[in-house]
């Protein structure tokens, strides 16, 4: 399963969002995790075995990352990060997957994320050019 989180015209955090609608179009199906509370609640229904999480941070250095996450062995490490970082309407990638972690409902999870250069508005054109490396990252990961 792939799925993006993202926040429409919140610069390049929306990235993912673009991703998933093009691929979509294409014929492929990526599923909008954005939201917390349904995103949470939709995978705890569906348990998948695999998960490819399409994100975007601020992280300091313009690139495409990739990388793993796993679930910690401290419940309450991730309670207390979640209480501290969560809103209803908004989850950065890392809480995000604390509580995916805390409700114990993977254990591994694929992050392919981009960096984030504006954080309002349009994307910027590093914004632009990681949305295409993203595209074919998926693109690659999906054969």
Request: proline letters at 2%; hydrophobic letters at 40%.
């Amino acid at each position: 399963m792939i799925g993006a989180v993202g926040y429409w015209y919140k610069g390049d955090y929306y990235i993912p969002l673009l991703v998933m609608e093009e691929l979509n179009k294409e014929g492929f199906q990526i599923i909008d995790l954005s939201g917390a509370i349904k995103s949470i609640t939709f995978l705890s229904d569906v348990r998948p075995k695999n998960l490819v999480i399409l994100a975007s941070a601020k992280r300091g250095e313009k690139e495409l990352r990739r990388y793993s996450f796993e679930s910690s062995e401290s419940p309450l490490a991730d309670w207390a990060e979640i209480y501290a970082n969560f809103k209803a309407y908004y989850s950065d990638i890392d809480t995000f997957l604390r509580m995916l972690s805390a409700f114990r409902i993977i254990e591994r999870a694929e992050i392919v994320e981009c960096e984030v250069v504006n954080e309002d508005g349009e994307l910027s054109d590093w914004g632009r050019m990681c949305k295409e490396l993203m595209k074919s990252e998926v693109l690659r990961l999906l054969k």
